[in-house]
């Protein structure tokens, strides 16, 4: 359904358990095939991906931004972030996941060549929530591809039609190998998923994330989770103002709210705190919002999901009820389409619901401090730590920046790590477990095996069977001669 219309856009068959397993048996079979074209042989096909990618985008917003309801700005920005990654990991694979030498360092590994190697899982399959359709699915497919797992999809059932588009493109316009497939659902499908992958990478919330984890604890199977956030923005006195206004603005309303690293609770120095206020609700309040065409014309979209549209409503009003001040916005647009306003409040308590738990939507606070311990105190006052801000004087803001509990911290600045795909991204505390984007991003993807050669010409060691005395006498001499001096020695 289009969000913003409220009109059907397109419809999916839904995956059963039996064809979950049956897709994973089928591209675990081409598997070998896949990690055996090596990277410059994957990275060809992903190159063809990355250049239908950027033929068809206009043909993929169309889709995004009618299965979503965002804006056209926010739609067309998917396609290069693909693009981005799969020049990234076709780049850095091979140095990520080369084979490695490593040094002995110690005395009795010294006798040894060792060696370490990443092998792929066979087939990750991956989860992915609503509000960055592509990016949440295929943008960690492509490293998992890169080092030579086959994956299958499972994303939202609310946003599956640009996913299925690609994935077709990909097997029937390129004629890619039959390693790349999509299953559609809800929590059925998924568990399912979860059940038959050698690896689960998971985004979404924090409650699925932990049924997630759950569930492939019964298989041992290793997850990583990238869950959901509250994250804090601290404006420091003596900084650019407008700057840190127009921040915040884009910072809490790019795609109507809806992102993990949304900012969602405003620090502001005592001093700094009256004009902050002021401009913020100005800009915030001259936000239009509203469907547009082939051009950009409106800031803000609509609220993808109706479930999620009345958790927002539920915390402005309880908030409002408890003696929070609504500045700007504060309630539902008018229908058809499933919209709120882009909403400033303040005079919020630590209590409330919108304080402590994700909103998920375009209602951002702000909360005046005395000065910057206890700003970086209420950022930290969270279960959350996947993302923060901080504005103001640069060094000072530096030095606030790396007291924070957070996996990623812009200065004077907001959302940028996403679009730094050398810099690990993930959560703190209940924000998540593991990261995707740099090295480890495409490591996780892998087992490491450990390759141990003998460099000895001897046909036998004093260590092995059988356990003469001669043997005995010889391996005592060796251990009182390393216990002795060669430990103490050894550099
Ligand atoms: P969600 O947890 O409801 O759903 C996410 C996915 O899990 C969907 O595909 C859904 O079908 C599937 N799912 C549902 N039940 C399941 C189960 N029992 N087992 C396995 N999978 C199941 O989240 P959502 O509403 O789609 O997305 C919003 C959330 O995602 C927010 O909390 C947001 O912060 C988070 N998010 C995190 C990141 C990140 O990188 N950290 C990025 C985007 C969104």
Avoid at 217 to 241: I, R
Wanted: with cysteine; glycine share 10%; proline share 5%.
């Amino acid at each position: 359904m289009n969000p913003a219309t409220g009109e059907q856009v397109g419809s999916v068959p839904v995956d059963s358990a039996g064809d979950v397993a049956a897709a994973v048996a089928r591209i675990r079979g081409n598997q070998p095939a896949w990690e055996a074209l090596g990277f410059k042989g994957r990275r060809r096909w992903l190159n063809e991906l990355r250049d239908w990618l950027l033929d068809n985008s206009d043909r993929v917003a169309d889709t995004l931004k009618s299965e979503t309801g965002k804006v056209r700005a926010e739609a067309t920005i998917e396609t290069p972030y693909l693009a981005d990654q799969i020049n990234f990991y076709g780049s850095k694979a091979e140095k990520f996941l080369g084979e490695q030498k490593v040094r002995p360092n110690t005395m009795l590994a010294a006798t040894r060549k060792l060696r370490l190697q990443y092998r792929p899982y066979q087939v990750v399959g991956l989860i992915s929530p609503w509000n960055f359709p592509l990016v949440l699915s295929l943008g960690d497919a492509i490293p998992a591809l890169m080092a030579g797992a086959a994956v299958v999809m499972k994303p939202s059932e609310i946003t599956p039609l640009g996913l299925n588009e690609i994935v077709d493109a990909w097997r029937n316009e390129i004629g890619a190998p039959d390693v790349l497939h999509v299953v559609n659902g809800g929590a059925e499908t998924a568990t399912a998923l979860v059940d038959h992958s050698d690896f689960v990478g998971f985004t979404g919330s924090d409650v699925t994330g932990k049924k997630v984890m759950a569930r492939a604890a019964e298989t041992l199977t290793p997850v990583s989770l990238e869950l959901g956030g509250k994250d804090p923005m601290v404006v420091l006195e003596g900084g650019n103002m407008d700057r840190a206004v127009n921040g915040a603005t884009w910072g809490s309303m790019l795609n109507s709210g809806q992102m993990c690293i949304s900012v969602e609770r405003i620090y502001v120095e005592d001093g700094a705190y009256d004009e902050f206020v002021e401009k913020l609700t100005d800009s915030v309040g001259e936000l239009k919002q509203g469907i547009d065409g082939e051009t950009a014309a409106c800031d803000v979209g609509a609220m993808t999901m109706l479930s999620q549209l009345e958790k927002v409503e539920k915390q402005v009003d309880d908030a409002v009820e408890a003696g929070a001040r609504v500045l700007t916005g504060g309630k539902r647009g008018e229908g058809p389409g499933q919209w709120f306003e882009p909403t400033v409040l303040v005079d919020c308590t630590p209590d409330m619901s919108v304080m402590e738990d994700e909103t998920f939507g375009p209602v951002v606070t702000v909360t005046r401090v005395s000065d910057e311990e206890e700003a970086i105190r209420l950022a930290n006052d969270s279960r959350y730590g996947l993302c923060a801000s901080v504005f103001g004087p640069r060094g000072r803001a530096e030095k606030v920046a790396r007291r924070i509990e957070a996996g990623a911290v812009n200065v004077n600045d907001i959302v940028f790590n996403m679009l730094a795909p050398g810099l690990p991204m993930g959560g703190w505390k209940e924000s998540g477990i593991g990261y995707r984007n740099g090295e480890y991003g495409i490591r996780k993807y892998c087992r490491s095996e450990a390759i141990v050669s003998a460099r000895t010409l001897l046909r036998s060691e004093p260590l092995w069977y059988p356990y003469t005395p001669e043997r005995h006498a010889l391996v005592s001499k060796v251990t009182k001669f390393i216990g002795g001096r060669g430990l103490r020695r050894f550099r």
